[in-house]
């Protein structure tokens, strides 16, 4: 469903890998001395990965490492695609710089390392895509969403009598999201409203309190309005209700689509499963 998309021209700002250029970064340690290799008599030995870091840093090498708290990433193919919500952007890495990124991941990098690796991983940190222990961060891990495995839309059922009230508070609440569509802060009002919620609906009233939200949305929601809008009207709408429901990001690649939709109990509740499927989860909110 087109009106379902996310509008990729908007949000793919930079579909492509960071700018980031070993051969500027890479310099040599000292006169003299390999980039790679330290000189010791006869023998050669790889140069430690701290002295790597700090040469391109000026700092220590930091313990460990974090996700940024607005980034979120998976992979896709062999390709590391990150979902900025601060700068409403997506951008992915590949190549030399996925296997880098998937040695930063795995803690490879310590062991031993190359200037390219020590400069990369300094890279992301100065541009903020990871953080330094113990600034505040995330898990260095991707999206661990496990796939839904049932759509409410491929199913039939009746819809309970749910309060008009409530639909049109939770859209008038959306209208000023309508024009600048800024991702973080629609993700920081659901998680904050998420939180709020004290007692929470029984499972069995939300599939038939989102049929009545579909049956309201037909008067109000056009098909122009793109997915992102729609979930976070849809979540609005639940959350009031006390509805615990999941936002679920997914991107796809050749060619590059993302798309969101909602989630409960491994259920989607605004998309068809078939169509889901397509996309591999990067965000769960």
Known sequence: MSSNRLNSARFLKRHEALSVSPRKMVKCLSPGRSSETCQTGRRSRPVPSHCLFAAFTGTPMPDTVRLHPDISFCRVSGTFVFLDARGDRYFCLKGKQANWFDDIISIQHRAGSTPERAAFL??????SVLTRSPAPGRVLAPCGHRPADRSLLDTGGAHAKGSVVRFLVSWLACVPMRRTRRIQAMLEDVRRRKKQITSERPAEDVLPLTRRFHALALYFVTRHDACLLRSYLLLRYLVSAGVKADW?????????SAHCWVEYEGCVLNEHLETVHEFQPILCA
């Open 248 to 256: 679920v990001f997914g991107v796809r690649l050749s060619p590059f």
């Open 122 to 127: 300094a890279h992301l940190i100065r541009t």
